[in-house]
Each structure stands twice: as C-alpha cells, then as structure tokens.
C-alpha cells in the first residue's frame, strides 16, 4: 500500500475533521452572538451604530452559528468512529458515547432551537413569553463550552485551550460591562451576577485540570470504555497520532 494511503487510513477521517472545525466555528459564533447581545441589551444604544444595524448583526451571526452547528452535528451522526445518531443530537444524556458531555451539547442545541422557532413566530407569541425564551440563548453558551471542552478529542491542543480562554474572557468582559453600564439601581442582582459569572471561570479551571487535560479522560469521559462502534483504521497507531489530535 502506497505511503500516503496507509495515513490516511491510520488517521481520522474527513468528517472527523469536519466535526471538529464545525464545532469550534459555532462555539466562536455563539460567543460573538452572545457578547453582542450582552453589550448592546438593556437601555444602552450605541451613538454610532443604529438599532436595526445591530439586530441585523445580531441576527445574522445566530443564523451563522446554527448553520455551523448543523454541520457540526451533521458531520459528527455520519462519522462512523462513534455511534451518535440524531435521536442523541436532540434526546440530552441519551447516547451511550460520553453520556453526559453530549447530553450537555444536546441541550445547548435544543435551547438554540427554542429560541430559532420562537423567533419564527415571535409576533404571535408576544415580545414578553419571547424574551423569556430568548434568554435561553445564553444558557446555551456555557453548556457548549463546557460540551466543547469534555467531548473534544483536541482539548489538550494549546491554541484550543487559547481559544476556551478567548470565548470566557470575551462573555466576561461583555457581561460586567452591562453590568456596569446598567448603573446604580438593583446592586444585590448586580452583584449576584458578577459573582455567577466569577465561578465560570473557576468551574472551568477545575474541571479542566482534573479531567481533560489528566491522562486516561478518555476512557473516563466514554465511561471506562473505549467507543465500541471505532473501527481499528480510526485507532491511532503510534505516537505521532497525538499531532493529528486523535488522542486524549
């Protein structure tokens, strides 16, 4: 067999990549979505930018990350190297494959559908029950980053790690700007959410330093097993399998 064909055959498959370059992209998306909305909510109206500017932003970069999304979990339920279908992709902590970290992306993918359909009729559901809804939206964004940060096999990859930090510190910033902008009535709500913002960080800390980036996460995460549905050309085969981000 011909050099070149004998890594690919060794190596992960394109979908794989496709999964992942799909998941990171929405993960960026949804970060950006979410400090827009963060920034530029409540009472205060950028002097340079007009409304519908911003909600044209605003709504273009949803539709953006539900796009990316789609072909993140497209590309993850035809890969063959786990057993995902799209019952687990909707159905959370229903996949035999990582229960819990796909069950945590299952729900973040069903409260982005939440908000794409009621926004889809939005004048027949009324902006209040809408608004409740579309706040779902940043409840999403820390179950995808802590999806991202359980299920990926790359997670252990510098710039992946650079990229988890960017997407908190930029959800940070954005949300005790609001909270700084929104002035000085509702100091105990203020305050509360600083310090639920605060403990993300730590969260995330925590579990990264005693879970994916400790040896043997895989199996741990997979629940003491490997996915039975691997075909052995998915297995790497040596130690430079961990350059092409197929190991733990």
Known sequence: MHPTATLLAAGPSPLWFATRAGGTIALILLTA??????TVGGQYAPKRIARFEISALHRNLSLLT?????????????????NVTLLDVVLPFASAYRT???????????????VLLTTAVRLRLGVRRWK???WLAYGSWPLALFHAAGTG???????????YAACLLAVLAAVWWRL???????????????????LVPVVLIAFLTTGPLRPGWAQRAAGGAAPGAAPAAHQPASADATTRGVTE
């Open 33 to 38: 979505t979410v400090v827009l909305g963060i």
């Open 66 to 82: 539900l796009a990316f999304l789609v072909l993140h979990v497209l590309t993850t339920v035809a890969d063959t190297y786990v």
């Open 100 to 114: 819990l970290w796909l069950g945590l992306g299952a729900v973040a993918f069903d409260l982005l559908l939440a």
């Open 132 to 134: 409740a809804v579309h």
């Open 153 to 163: 096999t790359d997670t252990k990859v510098s710039l992946q790690l650079l990229l």
């Open 180 to 198: 700084y902008r929104a002035g000085p009535g509702r100091l105990s709500m203020r305050l509360a959410a600083g310090a639920a913002t605060a």
